[in-house]
């Protein structure tokens, strides 16, 4: 109980006298009595006053449903007999709680056996300093939610003890290494890899919505101009909301799922396109426009500099894109999916998500890894720099998994993109992951600490041309295509996501202070 807290009674708000009834009472007589006082119930009392039934408006709509004659039937017939009472110098908490614990709503005061009130659950509501009562069937859950299974989905899972995660059926490894972006969207949203006919169907519509609504384009550059300092993520966060309005996304509680997946492929599609030419309006230099032949892809390095990419390298940016589509239930995940349980529109979803990717403990920094080995230098600092950093209490940014207790698959893949890509900062960054592992291993043993998606992330982004400032929007272009995924799977078989918490501030309802 906090200090000074005030203790209300029963007395203090219970209605007195009661209102009662005898027990020969005619059940037509109570209700007229209760409607006349406006009540929810009357006392049975015996000729002593002493209550020995209680007669509610639940026992009013059973016997009604029974079809008997209210005129002939009395009220000892159909009260609940023996009722539970309290006293007037009881907690109201304390009473509160019997009231909730029991589902009664309203329960006799007496003293020395004699009725001398009535106390509603609403009249305590009002003042009781009420004790929280135990709610049957909640679940406490670990902070974070960890461990913990909120849904079902089809969409994808990751088993963090095998190194393994998988898009639907298929290794998302497996569909990184030989599928295209655009066929792995397809099968998110679809459950299947597409056929030839499908792909060339599914390329033809949403080709069309990689370009940014003409009634947006216009509004792009006071968002690209906000702030001292640009913040890619918020300034595209900001432009998905203006794109979702100009194309009309409505609560998806209100469209059919073609319309909402209708909606899904248009966000996906212009995404891409809103965060190159965000980043080229801060620049000062003007947007490209899509490439009509060029794949997802190529098209988001070619509106970068204006030149068709090398396929090599689109095909680097290609691969990490599939690599971050989805993994499992993250906290980006969850919020579209909290958003979309609402019956809020894809935008909002969407926008939801990529406020939640925007903290450093989601969407990360991968650029922070590539400064990493920019501070090492060369390769024969990096034992002293690692041994140095670890020993100082510094984490080894690109190191260690919540999940993965083993190699992070993406990193593995990513390694090998980055040394067919080639380049010295591939080469660097193999011998710095070796020494940072065996470095980890001594200074932390059993810590299974191994280079996660972000180290080889930030080396295949650069290799390919993109600058640190968009390496985490990279990590947003195609996480929209897992986030969607599940916003159409959430709105599919929809219930609003809805858990309790634990109040755990000063007991209310306290009186008000006086106020001058
Ligand atoms: C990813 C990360 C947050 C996972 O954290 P976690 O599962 O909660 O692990 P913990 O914070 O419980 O760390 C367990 C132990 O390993 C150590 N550790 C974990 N990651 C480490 C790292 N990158 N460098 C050095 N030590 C590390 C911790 O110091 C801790 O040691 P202790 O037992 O002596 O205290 C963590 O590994 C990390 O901070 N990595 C660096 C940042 C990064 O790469 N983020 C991108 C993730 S995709």
């Given amino acids: 109980m906090a200090d000074g807290a005030v203790i209300r009674t029963v007395a203090d708000v219970m209605s007195t006298p009661g209102v009662t009834a005898l027990p020969s009472d005619l059940i037509s007589e109570a209700s007229v009595r209760m409607l006349a006082r406006a009540v929810g119930s009357v006392v049975v009392v015996d000729d002593e006053n002493r209550p020995i039934g209680i007669f509610t408006e639940r026992d009013l709509i059973r016997f009604n449903g029974s079809g008997g004659n209210p005129s002939i039937t009395r009220v000892a017939d159909w009260m609940t007999p023996a009722p539970d009472t309290c006293g007037p110098d009881e907690p109201a908490g304390k009473a509160f709680a019997r009231l909730s614990e029991r589902g009664y709503r309203h329960i006799p005061v007496i003293t020395d056996g004699k009725l001398v009130g009535l106390v509603s659950m609403r009249d305590l509501m009002r003042v009781a300093s009420i004790e929280p009562v135990s709610h049957p069937g909640h679940i406490e859950a670990p902070k974070g939610l960890a461990g913990v299974i909120v849904a079902e989905t089809e969409v994808g899972d990751v088993r963090g003890q095998e190194g393994f995660y998988h898009y639907r059926q298929y290794s998302a490894i497996d569909l990184a290494e030989q599928c295209t972006l655009e066929d792995v969207w397809y099968l998110m949203f679809e459950g299947t890899l597409p056929t030839s006919a499908q792909r060339a169907e599914f390329l033809d519509r949403v080709r069309p919505y990689a370009a940014v609504p003409e009634s947006v384009k216009p509004l ?8 001292d300092e640009f913040v890619p993520l918020d300034a595209l966060r900001s432009s998905v909301s203006l794109v979702a309005a100009a194309i009309g996304c409505r609560p998806s509680l209100d469209i059919d799922a073609a319309a909402l997946r209708s909606d899904a492929e248009r966000i996906c599609a212009v995404i891409p396109t809103l965060i190159m030419a965000l980043y080229r309006l801060r620049n000062g230099l003007e947007p490209i426009d899509p490439h009509p032949e060029l794949g997802y892809a190529a098209n988001y390095l070619y509106m970068l500099t204006g030149e068709v990419p090398d396929p090599d390298l689109a095909r680097g940016v290609e691969q990490y894109q599939i690599t971050t589509i989805d993994h499992g239930f993250n906290a ?6 909290v958003i979309t349980s609402t019956g809020a529109d894809l935008g909002a979803a969407v926008v939801g998500g990529i406020g939640a990717l ?10 922070r890894a590539l400064d990493m080995l920019d501070a090492i230098g060369t390769p024969d600092h990096a034992d002293a720099w690692v041994r140095d950093a670890v020993e100082s209490g510094d984490r080894i940014m690109g190191f260690g998994h919540r999940v993965y207790k ?6 593995v893949l990513l390694k090998s993109v980055a040394q067919r890509l080639g380049g010295p900062m591939a080469d660097f960054a193999v011998q710095v992951e070796k020494t940072v592992v065996d470095v980890l291993a001594e200074l932390k043993p059993g810590r299974e600490l191994y280079a996660n998606v972000e180290f080889y992330a930030g080396v295949v982004m650069d290799r390919c041309g993109l600058p640190r400032d968009l390496f985490t929007p990279t990590f947003a272009s195609s996480r929209v295509i897992g986030w969607c995924a599940n916003i ?13 918490a634990r109040y755990v501030g000063p ?9 001058d």
């Fill in 358 to 367: 925007s903290g450093p403990l989601h969407g990360g920094a991968p650029s």
């Fill in 507 to 515: 007991q209310p309802p306290q009186p008000l202070p006086a106020r």
């Fill in 406 to 411: 083993t190699d992070d698959p993406r990193s």
């Fill in 332 to 337: 980006s995940t969850f919020t579209a999916r």
């Fill in 220 to 227: 792009l550059p006071a968002v690209a101009a906000i702030g």
């Fill in 488 to 500: 159409l799977e959430q709105a599919a078989d929809n219930r609003i996501i809805r858990p309790s």
